[in-house]
């Protein structure tokens, strides 16, 4: 079946910092990638839409600049947390849209710890 | 706006026991309706899944329908092992290219031997 791959699985840096996460369709292309947020024994937030080639959009509540998503080709995208503070510790889960048949597949999530 | 609601765990049961997770909708037309699975430590898996009016998802021993008269989608499942013990979500998706899942809040379901 598809695959969506995400990485790193779990990251852990300094308040401050930036993190990259990315996400991959392994063996399809994916003309739209989402972005969820999971906090713990809590449902997903839906935090960004991204279409390759054009600017994410966003959801209500989620600071653009906070959290930069780039979709540079129908396989990757990324979402980037710029000066990361404890309060974005959470669970990333990415998912991409198969291009030929529309089906959602899901990423095995991305674990941050922000100290 | 389109939403899911599903009951609220946790649900703890013993072995072999009967499962029944609530879920309703609401929705603008009829979107097409899921049941997610997330083990501990992992990612979301697709359980299963219906697309229209009175079809019925199963997979694993796991069934529901998609009853729209009542905007639901129950997931049951006659008989409970404790490899089931993970946390449900019943999502749906409308019928345009390119939309989101949207998640209910998630039922965490423990199974004891």
């Known amino acids: 079946g598809a695959v969506v791959s995400q990485h790193p699985s779990w990251v852990i840096c300094k308040s401050g910092t930036s993190v990259k996460i990315e996400c991959r369709s392994l063996d399809f292309q994916a003309t739209t990638m989402f972005w969820y947020r999971q906090f713990p024994k809590q449902s997903l937030m839906l935090m960004a839409t991204?279409?390759?080639?054009?600017?994410?959009?966003?959801e209500q509540g989620v600071e653009k600049d906070k959290f930069l998503i780039n979709h540079a080709s129908l396989t990757l995208s990324t979402l980037t947390v710029t000066s990361a503070h404890p309060e974005d510790s959470s669970f990333y889960i990415c998912s991409a849209t198969r291009q030929d048949t529309g089906e959602l597949f899901f990423g095995e999530g991305s674990r941050l710890t922000v100290l | 706006g389109n939403s899911v609601t599903q009951m609220e765990g946790p649900v703890t049961l013993s072995e072999e026991a009967f499962l029944t997770i609530n879920c309703t909708y609401t929705a603008t037309g009829y979107p097409s309706l899921f049941w997610y699975v997330q083990y501990p430590g992992e990612g979301l898996q697709l359980l299963l899944k219906a697309t229209k009016a009175d079809d019925k998802g199963s997979n694993k021993g796991f069934e529901a329908t998609y009853r729209k008269e009542t905007t639901s989608f129950h997931l049951e499942k006659g008989s409970v092992q404790v490899s089931d013990s993970a946390v449900y979500f019943c999502?749906?998706?409308?019928?345009?290219?390119?939309?989101?899942?949207?998640f209910g809040k998630g039922t965490t379901l423990s199974v004891s031997s």
């Open positions: 991204s279409n390759e080639g054009s600017k994410a959009t966003y």
């Open positions: 999502a749906l998706r409308v019928r345009q290219a390119g939309t989101a899942l949207i």
